[in-house]
């Protein structure tokens, strides 16, 4: 059985995976993980990373308008730094 519940703090669908931002319940830590894309809106099982509790994590579905920005951001494949998406939220 699960004992953590991982939250998805936010996600963002890519190519061919969903990489996801979740905080665990157990120890209040905040990760990052990616997802097959073919696992979106299912719930998933695994360790956290952190703290190593088994858990769950309720993944999103790519919504309609993701599709379509997903599909016009593919026609105009540029190089980008993700490095400060991931701003600390405290
Ligand atoms: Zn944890």
Redesign the pocket.
């Known amino acids: 059985m699960a004992s ?1 519940i ?1 939250r998805v703090q936010s996600h963002k669908f890519s190519q061919d995976n969903i990489q996801t931002t979740l905080v ?6 905040v ?1 990052s993980k990616e997802f097959l894309i073919d696992l979106e809106g299912q719930t998933i099982e695994f360790k ?6 088994p ?1 769950e994590a309720d993944l999103p579905y790519k919504s309609a308008e993701e599709r379509e920005e997903f599909e016009e951001d593919f026609e105009e494949v540029e190089e980008e730094e993700g490095g400060e998406e991931f701003e600390e939220e405290y």
């Open positions: 953590a991982f665990c319940s157990k120890c209040d830590e990760f956290c990373p952190v703290c190593g509790a858990g």
